[in-house]
């Protein structure tokens, strides 16, 4: 049933997505000077889509080179792993909102600078999501709802996050406020579900600190649980507002099988899932693997990652709210091994200490996923000192249009 709803729905998606490329063509063949225009009319100022003018292919070709070049020194690059249809990706949409010229306007920042880009659709972002947020900005005036200005710290609506499950269709928004006041909150919630019923939760978020973060600490929920699932991999995961879940589904799956197969597992393994988030990488190694121990410093993301494991019936999983490398070095030092560490870090990469932990519990295989290839080398090369060596590396492509590139390493312990 639930390969029928998701087969229906993206049916209905790609018919969407190409009706609005087609549009896009049309309406932006040309410019006055008769060269050829973005297929998004703000590209140049929004900054998030530095390839989307460039053939697909050729992209790929690209970041296979990038990749090529910086891991040459490490191991063999396998070919980059594309999507098929490299628009409207991304599950999750964020949105500033804004007031120019007596309007709301929502959109993006300029990369680097804290200018407010209008944007009425975008080319990666979910097509459902852009609508809501769409609706949500010509609801405001009708309910007299100010946005926020980030000079005055007057105003209301600071941001709409939609998050949606791939294969579920669940859809969360969250609604962050500079106050917790919510004026007419529930005719509001009640218009806005007649125009979009595909909504499951709607939650409150209240962030009134001048800070750059989107999310504040508080929220209530405001219609439905206060989470969506979706299904990654054959197991189910619920997501939180601030849950970190990858944005593209349909390259993770392909990300973390290869992940899951670098790592060898034979069913017998200790398995330590480092930055585990809400558990995905660790809830589907542990179908084949002996014991798996998740680590994560975010507590909202364990309470998460707990109750995935009970949901997906997963018995040989523990979770553990702490710093990865002071967990595993608290582990070596009571003499404690682990046979396989997956660790999937943020752009920045991890640091030397925390790869220092790593080799102190002897892992014969850890399994890099990368976000940024430039980290990853700077990575490898400690790595090397410490008697591990890369053996392979498979390059996806989970942010087509943008420069970003994943991959998974294969890493092994020298002497064995």
């Known amino acids: 049933m639930m390969v029928e709803v998701r ?3 993206n049916d209905k998606d790609k018919k969407r997505v190409n009706t609005r490329k087609n549009i896009h063509r049309k309406e932006t063949e040309k410019d006055s000077s008769g060269k050829d225009k973005s297929l998004c009319p703000v590209s140049k100022k929004c900054g998030g889509c530095q390839f989307l003018d460039v053939p697909y292919e050729k992209q790929l070709k690209e970041k296979q080179r990038q990749v090529k070049e910086l891991l040459k020194d490490f191991c063999k690059v396998y070919p980059i792993v594309g999507m098929e249809e490299p ?3 991304r599950n999750k949409v964020h949105a500033v909102f804004g007031y120019r010229k007596g309007q709301a306007i929502s959109g993006v920042y300029k990369e680097g600078t804290h200018t407010l880009v209008p944007v009425e659709q975008c080319m990666i972002e979910d097509i459902n999501a852009d609508e809501i947020i769409s609706t949500i900005r010509g609801m405001l005036k009708s309910f007299k709802i100010r946005t926020y200005d980030e000079d005055t710290g007057y105003g209301f609506l600071r941001h709409v996050l939609v998050r949606r499950g791939f294969a579920t269709g669940q859809v969360m928004v969250v609604l962050v406020t500079a106050s917790p006041i919510f004026p007419s909150r529930n005719q509001f919630i009640r218009v806005l579900r007649e125009k979009h019923p595909e909504i499951t939760t709607i939650i409150q978020n209240l962030n009134d600190r001048e800070t750059s973060m989107v999310l504040g600490d508080k929220e209530k929920v405001l219609y439905g649980k206060g989470y969506i699932e979706d299904v990654l ?3 189910t995961f619920r997501i939180s507002s601030k849950s970190f879940y990858q944005v593209n589904p349909v ?3 392909k990300l973390y099988a290869k992940a899951i197969e670098a790592a060898g597992l034979t069913g017998q393994e200790t398995v330590i899932d480092a930055y585990c988030g809400i558990g995905t990488i660790g809830i589907i190694a542990s179908r084949k693997a002996g014991k798996v121990i998740g680590i994560e ?4 993301a364990v309470r998460d990652a707990v109750f995935n494991a009970r949901k997906n019936k997963i018995a040989n999983i523990q979770f553990y709210t702490n710093d990865a490398g002071k967990f595993m070095a608290d582990m070596a030092g009571q003499g404690e091994r682990a046979d396989v560490v997956f660790m999937d870090p943020p752009r920045s990469g991890t640091t030397e200490e925390f790869i220092e932990a790593v080799t102190k519990i002897k892992p014969k ?3 890099y996923v990368s976000c940024n290839p430039q980290t990853l080398a700077r990575d490898l090369k400690v ?3 410490k008697g591990y060596r890369a053996e392979g590396g498979w390059p996806f492509d989970l942010f087509p249009h943008t420069e970003h590139v994943e991959c998974v ?3 092994q312990r020298k002497h064995i």
């Open 7 to 9: 087969k229906e729905k």
């Open 87 to 89: 628009f409207h990706y």
């Open 233 to 235: 991999c054959g197991c």
């Open 251 to 253: 390259q993770t799956e």
């Open 297 to 300: 410093l975010n507590q909202d």
């Open 365 to 367: 295989q850890v399994v």
């Open 383 to 385: 790595f090397e000192r």
């Open 409 to 411: 390493i294969s890493i």
